[in-house]
């Protein structure tokens, strides 16, 4: 009789030896920091941040193996991605700016570097995506899946996400995995751009919706659909439940009705919070 040990072996003998998720954070968490913090700045000189960077490749190169141990070409997802860092720094850089200038609250861009869950959701987007785009999705989802988990944000890292991207507080929004997002696009805590449906058979399709330039969403709105459009220098306002296009330049609100009492009976809300 198999022991129990031995039954779960046998039923996980064809499944990858996949790394510590620690290893991953880790690799994020020292990426991040000599990206982005101010810790940087004690390096001192080019020689060390070179060496920095150089035992970053030696780790990224030792998940690729992990993740994918048959492939003959880890080193050149190594050089892809690296090679791609300038600019997804120069584009995450620009993302911490823009939620500086839209937030009355941050008082400096560092700030926004150091504390905004919003920047750090977004940056490390940033970096899953590119590494999505090399074909390295179970990475690349372990990867979004830690901001997530630190952040309460969901990016999928399939997402087309353009520049100057704000998150404002950020707690619960969801991006699915074919959403389609332009420039200087600014999402409130809720949002979600998510599905009308999630049938199996729909996943090679696109599923969530296009939200086109200088779009501002604010909190608990949810828009789906694949085919759903947000026009470009729209705004939707809070608590909107949105599965069609609507055309550049609108503005989508719930209009709140006030009654009131009188002699005549009163009827209980639908809607409340407590």
Known sequence: MKSFYQEITQQHQDFLILPKKKLIHQFIDELFSVLFS?????????????????ELEIQFNELVLDFEPKNEKSQQQTKTFFKALPNLHKKALSDAKTIFAKDPAAKS???VLYTYPGFFAIAIYRFSHQIWKQ???LLARTISEYAHSKTSIEIHPGAQIGDEFAIDHGTGIVIGETVIIGNNVQIYQGVTLGALSVKKGEASIKRHPTIEDNV?????????????TVGRDSIIGGNVWLTYTIPSNSVVYHKNEIRVKDNNPFPEPIFYSI
Do not use: R
């Not at 501002?216 to 759903?228: D, E, F, K, R, V």
């Open 109 to 111: 861009l560092e700030e």
């Open 38 to 54: 101010n810790t940087s700045k004690s390096f001192g000189n080019v020689t060390i941040i070179e060496d920095k960077f150089a």
């Open 216 to 228: 501002i969403i604010y909190a608990n709105s949810t828009i789906l659909g694949g085919q759903t």
């Open 135 to 137: 074909d390295l999705k």
